[in-house]
């Protein structure tokens, strides 16, 4: 993945995030069957707190691409370092 994909694919995943905050926020007041509906059978269901099933693999997708971007910025935040002791 190429730098320009990298942060096209980190906006995305912002995005995803970010309505995902909106959506569990504008849900109100909390009520107790949603709790229930969450570890209904067996699993997790994010769905049933109006977030999507991928919020976890985005946030963890994200997470990656945040240190992949900081990686960057410090490389060549240490060559412009570099080229003004020069």
Request: charged content about 20%.
């Amino acid at each position: 993945m190429n730098l320009i994909q990298i942060t096209t694919r980190h906006k995305e995943l912002e995005v995803n995030i970010q309505q995902a905050l909106e959506s569990f926020q504008g849900k109100g007041d909390f009520n107790p069957m949603s709790l229930m509906k969450v570890f209904s059978g067996g699993g997790l269901n994010l769905e049933a707190l109006g977030l999507p099933e991928s919020l976890f693999s985005d946030l963890a997708e994200y997470q990656t691409l945040s240190a992949r971007l900081r990686d960057v910025a410090e490389k060549v935040a240490a060559k412009m370092e570099a080229a003004t002791n020069a």
